[in-house]
């Protein structure tokens, strides 16, 4: 969701191969920089990119030096480069590029040109298997302050006609696909605030997007080996947050210095531990390897669950559980017992773990056939802080592990169960209030 870093300790040095490229991926982008005693020329790239794609990506020079003056003269020199994508070469002070991708290209050629028209540097953007445009426009919730902001959906990998607000303020563009369209956060922090995006003048998608400020910050930036200090990690602009936001952390230079907890790792911004004025901070200890300039970076991930799926319970199920059963076509059990269309009792009772039981069938007082089925419990794909939430849940007594009741995890008496077609099999289920946790069987078509 972009980057923050903490660059420390030492100053910038010009590469010993000028014009050396590398490539480094954020969501959404690929990034290729040539780095040059002026400065570096960035070529932001769709991280999705496919042979045959028309995309458009952006080229942006940047200025090494700190003064007005000196800035000036190194753009001149920067813009002066060539940059070609998919053999079309343009200035590097051409700030959009629309190009295609070769038809049957293991991989997209990212080169760099001195203004002699001389070879300065190339960079291999990988490029990936067929893929359908997504089938509705997604928009994430929230950014990092400057960095990428991601949406996927149908579009027609051309920037000059497409284009997102944020508050009402135009975004900068970075990169487009036929699957996404990729522009840059605010710098300032924003609330929540409307979002608005559009292709070829009409509005696509509309949301509300929040923009979170990541700051690092030391007290001291020169360390010597053995020598420690703390890095403070501030996240502002998450008032009202409602889910725990992944923060990812990274030291950058461990061969320079060493993080407490881990060279990567991730944070958990949680709800409860955001102050009133919408600021969280976590403090990690950084120790000296050797003396030299060290880089901590943060990616902030969206939050909350993506997806959904079900898998049996961990509980043992013990007593009884009486519901109905309104069958509607002829069926019969596993163990061959047919079973005509009419009204049923079934009688559920717990069998082993991992939630297992066994349903008996009743009809006009008699026993009409017997199955096996299991509980199972909706899970969600969950960000690595809703898994350390699900872990600590597990430990605590009230979680559906051990010995539990069917009250105990919602279901009532004299519920009736749902029959569902699937592929020539029906499916029975029978699911609590609250939609955690199912009873679900299957018959066979006679």
Not at 118 to 145: D, H, I, K, M, T
Not at 301 to 306: I, L, R
Not at 384 to 403: K, L
């Amino acid at each position: 969701m972009g980057m923050a870093t903490l660059l420390a300790g030492g100053t910038a040095v010009a590469p010993a191969d000028p014009g050396a490229g590398s490539l480094e991926s954020v969501p959404g982008v690929h990034i290729a920089t040539f780095r040059m005693p002026a400065g570096s020329i960035y070529v932001n790239l769709p991280d999705d990119l496919l042979p045959g794609d028309t995309a458009s990506a952006t080229v942006n020079p940047v200025p090494a030096a700190a003064g007005e003056r000196d800035q000036a003269r190194q753009r001149r020199e920067l813009n002066s480069y060539l940059v070609e994508l998919d053999g079309q070469r343009a200035p590097a002070s051409q700030p959009v590029r629309t190009f295609t991708v070769p038809a049957g290209a293991p991989r997209l050629a990212v080169v760099l040109f001195d203004p002699r028209g001389r070879p300065a540097g190339e960079v291999n953007a990988p490029l990936g298997a067929a893929a359908l445009p997504p089938p509705s426009y997604r928009l994430p919730a929230l950014g990092q302050s400057g960095g990428p902001v991601r949406i996927t959906g149908a579009f027609d990998g051309d920037l000059s006609d497409s284009s997102v607000k944020i508050g009402g303020k135009p975004a900068q563009p970075m990169a487009e696909s036929p699957r996404q369209l990729v522009v840059r956060g605010p710098q300032e922090e924003v609330g929540p605030a409307p979002m608005e995006v559009s292709e070829r003048g009409q509005v696509v998608a509309r949301g509300t997007y929040r923009n979170v400020g990541v700051r690092l910050s030391a007290p001291t930036t020169n360390l010597l080996s053995g020598q420690h200090t703390t890095v403070t990690i501030t996240v502002t602009g998450v008032e009202a947050l409602r889910e725990a936001l992944p923060l990812r952390l990274a030291n950058k230079s461990p061969d320079v210095v060493h993080m407490e907890g881990g060279e990567e790792q991730t944070l958990c911004v949680r709800p409860d531990d955001i102050g009133p004025s919408g600021t969280w901070t976590k403090t990690r200890g950084l120790t000296g390897v050797r003396a030299g300039g060290f880089s901590i970076g943060t990616e902030l991930g969206q939050p909350g669950p993506q997806a959904e799926s079900s898998s049996p319970t961990e509980a043992i199920l013990h007593g009884e559980l009486l519901e109905r059963l309104a069958l509607d076509r002829p069926a019969r059990t596993a163990a061959g017992d047919a079973l005509s269309p009419g009204a049923y009792q079934i009688v559920v009772r717990g069998a082993g773990e991992h939630g297992r039981v066994r349903l008996l069938l009743w009809r006009d007082g008699k026993t009409a056939g017997t199955l096996d089925g299991a509980v199972l419990e909706r899970r969600t794909a969950r960000t690595i802080c809703d898994v350390r939430d699900a872990a600590a849940m597990a430990r605590q007594p009230e979680s559906a592990t051990g010995d539990r009741s069917f009250s105990e995890l919602g279901f009532t008496e004299d519920g009736a169960f749902a029959v569902h077609g699937d592929a020539g099999r029906l499916r029975l289920v029978l699911t609590t209030l609250e939609g955690v946790f199912s009873i679900e069987t299957e018959l066979a078509s006679p």
